[in-house]
Every structure is written in structure tokens, then in C-alpha cells.
């Protein structure tokens, strides 16, 4: 089941269902409504037994969020979109199946690695603690592209051409080949 | 300054060609695959004609010889260091303006043969190596002990004790150096002094101390003030600054102040070699580089036939292959293995 969300083309190929969640258009089936009062992650999935919350973002200028107020931000607004989208779900019932939650984020691996650990922090996964009897989020996981199609092969990501975001200059410089003299030195 | 340096058969590389930037070379690549051998190869060739050498009537062949084993210090001849399938190793590397030197070493000859020294033996701009271990703590007598003894610790480490020995200059800074050992002194919160042949840490506040009992991390910065204040480092005016690992025992929080002081180094007209393992000083030099700035970051790696190769840019996105970010990577792939159980790349 393909389908495109911020520049980047997603195929989950084991999906039940798989819709844009943030969904702007009125005359959509999926039309989300409440723009105006609630975030909302970018893609909801539906898994045999879980359900994928999708968040994306890409970046003009990824350094940014190695200044920790960027960073910060970052975390902030993925974690709003996190519980509202819940809420959300909540009221709607359905929240009947674990959910997982999945950032694609066009960042080194380095700031991945950091971005996972501080969305663990706020995000509590799992039974949190001993009063809970259910969990909001059975975990998170934060990947750029390569990583995102290294660790789920059967839910293949890549970007797609002609996007606002094709010129920013950052995952395509990642991609990009070796370049065999010192131009520009 | 270098400009080029070409390698045929030379230790492990077969073949290289490297252009050198004017301002920051900044080497990466994993372990055995030549970063430290190229910053002293490097060294070797800009600092064994200085002056004093010169004046004893060598010639090229016999003080580059004597450079090269004493900074590689390979057993027995020097041709050792040509490419363990060659039997004639060529080096050629262009020099400031039109100074060139081409020479070969042969597996059965412990002289190196010069074949081009264009101009070579006027070159005087003499470099500095700052070894990967700092030497302020070492200091006391380690110049005597290599001079008297036959140890297998390189040259590298004597000529930078010889470097940090030289007394203070005794005109006053320009304002590029006095700005920049303000920022030295800032970030190691105090002098280091050298006192009867010991270097002492004089804290801001405090009393003062050796350099064995001052933190490692700030003793860095101490060689940096030293070198800073001698004259060894002068930009615009000394030789190449060669640093191998910068980052070694020092605080990941001092690195923006370290990197900082490079680029200015660099922007005042100072060439610098720096081989490194370390995100944090690789980032900072990303995010603090300015449009202006010369920074070259060269790659080295192994092709699949196990020949050491290399990649040079000037831009951090293009670092290819980058084994800094490949280590996040297997460590983001452990996190998401662990955290996402059997969705993760059975999914």
C-alpha cells in the first residue's frame, strides 16, 4: 500500500489500512477536522495487530537542530503530535491495538541516536508505571531514510522527485557518490 | 604549505593522489588506513630542511632520510616503508610556489634517492606536529632520555618537546594571537608556565600546580598556548600545523572552543593537518565553517581489494565513506532492533 507524505513515497507492503492522517482536504474520507485545536503525526497505519504512528520531517537546514533549542523544539513538537494524534484515536476508538510510534526525521545518525533516547524520555513507553494498566505507546523508534529501509526492508521509504524539499541539499548529499578530486579546495 | 602530495607504493598505499587545502585538511577514515602516516609523511618532508638542518651540509637525500626513520623509525633499512608488494616507492609532493621534491625509496637501500628537489632547500617555514599525546606532563627530561637512549617513541615527539621549550617570544602577540590565547586561557582556566624544565599549571584561581596533576584536557590547550606564544605557531608565517587526534582526553565541551580557534588559525593564513575519529570535533567544524573557510575533508578507506584509497571535499554532507556516522548508525540499528523487536527488519 503506497502512499506519499512530505516528499517521501512509503510503501507499507503488509498493511490493512494506511491513510494520511493529518488530512486537509474536506471531501476526504479521512478529512481530519480539528487541525485548529490538535496536531497530528502525518500517516496512520493499520498492521494486522499494531497500529503505526508516522511522522515525518525533512529538513532545510538539519544542522539547526544540533543548536540544543532547535533540538529541544524538535522533541516538543513530535511529542505533541504523538499525544494529540492519541487523544484523537481515543475518541474515535481506535486505540484497540498497540501503537507504535515511527519518526522519520532527515538528520545524521547521530542526532537520530540522540533524538530516539529523549523521545523515549518524554514519550513513556510500555506499562510506564505500576498504575497503569495500559500503555499510550508500546515504543518509538526515530530513523532517517537509510536507516528507516535498513531496519524494515518490507515497508520500503524513498523520496520522491520533484518535491519543495528536493534542493535543501541534505539527504541527497548523503546519498550523493564519491567525488574523486578536491574541487572547490 | 603543502599543496599536493602524490604516493606511489608507499607504505600501504599503492597509489594516491591528495590536493591539499590551504587552510584545514581535516583526515578521517578507520583504524589502518593511513591518517596518521599521511600527517607524517607530511611532516617529515616540511620539516627536514628547516634552517639548522641546512647549515650542516646535508644534502636532501640524507636529512629526508634521516627525517623519515626517525619518524617512522622502521627496523632496519628505510626502504621498509615502500608497499610490501614493490620494491621502489615514489613520493612527490609541490610545496609553496614552485618548490617540489620527488624521491624514491628502494627496498634495498637505506637512503632515499631524490630525483626532483626543485627549490626545496630554500624552504624554511617550519611546521609543528602536536602528537596525540600531550607532552607537557612528559616533559622533564624526555628530550635528553631520546637523545641518550634508543627508544622506539617517534621523532614527533622529541621535535614537539623542542617546540614547546623555546621561550616566549618577547614582543607582544599580534592581535590574531593574543585573541586567540585569550580563548586558550578561557578554556583552561589558567597558564601553563615552563619553570626549570618543568611545565607548571597556574590557575586562574587556585595555586599553582605541576602539569602532571592539571587536567589532560587542559594541558592540550597548554600546548596550544605554548606553541602560541613561542612563535612555532604563527599564522601567515610558520609552517603547517600538524595535529593527530585532537580530541584525545579532552572534554567533548571544550571542542566548539578548539575548533573555533582552528578556523581562526586557518583564516589568518595558518595550514593545518588534523587526523580524527571524533563526531563532536567533525560537527563543530560543520557548523562553525564559514563560506570562506578552506576546509578539506579527506576519507580514507579500503576498496574491496584491501587497497587504501581516498575521497576528498569540501563539504560535510559529502564525506563518503563517513565511519564516524557509520558507527551511529549500527548503534541507531541496535536501538530500533531493541525497541522495535521483531517489526524491525523482519517486518
Redesign the interface.
Known sequence: MKIEVDGFEFDFQ?AVDAFVFDEKERSSPTYHGLSHAMKAVDLIVELEN?YLFVEVKDFHAP?EY?DGNCFNHLREVLKQKYRDSFLYRWAEKKTDKPI?YLCLLTL???L??RM?KEI?LHIP?GIAIERWQRAIVK???V?NE??WN??????PVRRVADTKFQHS??KE??D?????????? | MIESVSLTNFTAFKSLD????AGTNIFMGANSTGKSLMLKLMYAISSANKPLEAKRNKDSARILSDKLNGVFKPEGKIGRLCHNEAEESVVQTHLTGDMALRFALSTDLDEVVVMNDQNYLRYDRIPVFITPKEMLASFPGFSSLYLQREITIDETYFDLCQALELPKLRDKPDNLVGHLLDSVKQACEGEFLLIRQRFYYKPDKGTMLEAELSAEGFRKFGILQRLLQNGRIKPGMSGPLFWDEPETNLNPGLMKTLVSILLELARGGQQIFLATHD?VLL?WF??LMQPDD?I?FHTLYRNDEGLLEH?????Y??I?PNV???A??E???R???H???G???E?
Not at chain 1, 176 to 185: A, K, L, M, V
Open positions: 503488509n499494531d544542522d544540533q507504535r545524521d545518525n547521530a537520530v541516536s530516539n523515549r513507553t515504543n518509538s523508534a530513523l537509510e536507516r535498513r531496519n524494515f526492508p518490507r515497508w541539499g541534505w548529499n548523503l550523493s557518490g564519491r567525488r574523486e578530486d578536491g574541487t572547490g579546495i | 591528495l590536493k591539499c587545502s563526531y560537527k560543520d557548523l578552506r578539506a575521497n576528498s571535499t569540501d563539504d554532507l559529502k563518503c564516524i556516522d557509520d551511529y548508525a548503534l541507531v540499528d536501538e530500533i532492533a525497541s522495535m523487536g517489526l524491525a527488519n517486518n
